[in-house]
């Protein structure tokens, strides 16, 4: 067996353990970010839901779907960081059943993203053909693409590993993280050549629907203005979101100059990368749309507030 690079990370994992105390803190931080945003993430589905002019809206489904799936990546990465705190190292298989809905839906979040620019750059840019274009059927194709991308780029890591490891691999405990369980050279190359493939995809369509909406912009029109700040806004969550392709890279690097502080580095690439991101896509797409605010400050009043206020603010 090669000794790869995601294998020397592992070792210095080991090597570098928290203590008890410094373990517990990140835990509890962790799991507090996480119920919280998943809570914010909760009660936006629950306005979606209730509310049927969301249904109708392709922009609003698919917001709804980006955040549906941070919940899904946030539950599965949070867990993931707390069995590898808790027990080190885990048995393959059960790895793989936590790891690969963690892929699919990190590698979710920036097609959805791109598809949302795209979606802002019809309103915008060619409003007259919007009815014909954004569909609600259409959008629901849309959300089946981004899970088909995500599946072919992810599914022939497992069939790597059924292929090349033995049965004995599936059945042992590992450090659980995508290198140590796909752990091919072959998985390896793929996964760069895809997340080099998403980049420059997501990318030149942000660029391409941030630059014709700009041009529109210049007319001085209100809702052109407000697509633009929107777009820019999708290149930041992008980038954040991105970091993830980049982070094995950038692990080593950090790792080879400071080689002591992998535990602390490993830690501040999750909140970055993982956490982050999934702290400002409900803020940037849920509570900065008028409509979408409306219907929420309704519900949140209706949860909170004493009866009869609530009764007369409906």
């Known amino acids: 067996m090669n000794f790869t690079a995601g294998e020397s990370n592992v070792t210095g994992a080991l090597s570098y353990r928290d203590t008890f105390v ?3 803190g990140k835990n509890v931080i962790v799991i507090v970010f996480g119920i919280t945003i998943n809570y914010i993430n909760a009660t936006m589905v629950h306005t979606f839901n209730k509310h049927h002019i969301f ?3 392709p922009r609003f489904i698919l917001f709804i779907h980006l955040v549906v799936n941070d919940m899904i990546q946030l539950t599965t990465s949070i867990s993931l960081f707390v069995f590898t705190y ?3 190292t885990i048995y393959v298989y059960f790895c793989c059943l936590l790891i690969l809905p963690a892929i699919f839906t990190t590698q979710n979040t920036p097609l959805n993203l791109a598809f949302m620019a795209a979606e802002c750059y019809v309103a915008v840019c060619i409003p007259l053909r919007y009815n014909s274009i954004c569909t609600v059927r259409r959008t629901y194709i849309v959300i089946g693409i981004v899970w088909t991308l995500s599946s072919l780029s992810v599914l022939p890591d497992v069939f790597i590993l059924l292929a090349t490891e033995p049965l004995q691999f599936l059945n042992s ?3 659980c993280s995508r290198d140590t369980v796909f752990r091919s050279t072959y998985s390896q190359k793929k996964r760069n050549a895809s997340h080099i493939l998403f980049l420059v995809v997501v990318w030149l369509t942000l660029f391409y629907t941030y630059f014709r909406i700009f041009f529109v912009a210049k007319a001085a029109k209100a809702d052109a203005k407000k697509a633009q700040n929107t777009i820019m806004l999708h290149g930041f969550q992008v980038l954040l979101c991105m970091m993830v392709y980049v982070q094995p890279m950038l692990t080593e690097v950090l790792t080879y100059f400071f080689p002591r502080s ?4 490993s830690f501040a690439l999750f909140i970055i990368n993982q956490i982050l991101p999934r702290f400002v ?3 940037v797409y849920g509570l900065r749309d008028k409509t979408f605010r409306k219907y929420l400050k309704r519900y949140l009043c209706t949860v909170n507030c004493h009866p009869k206020v609530a009764h007369l603010r409906k």
């Open 22 to 24: 410094m373990a517990v």
């Open 55 to 57: 249904k109708t809206n």
């Open 86 to 88: 808790t027990f080190h």
């Open 173 to 175: 405990r590992v450090f």
């Open 262 to 265: 992998f535990a602390a580095l």
């Open 281 to 283: 896509n409900p803020i």
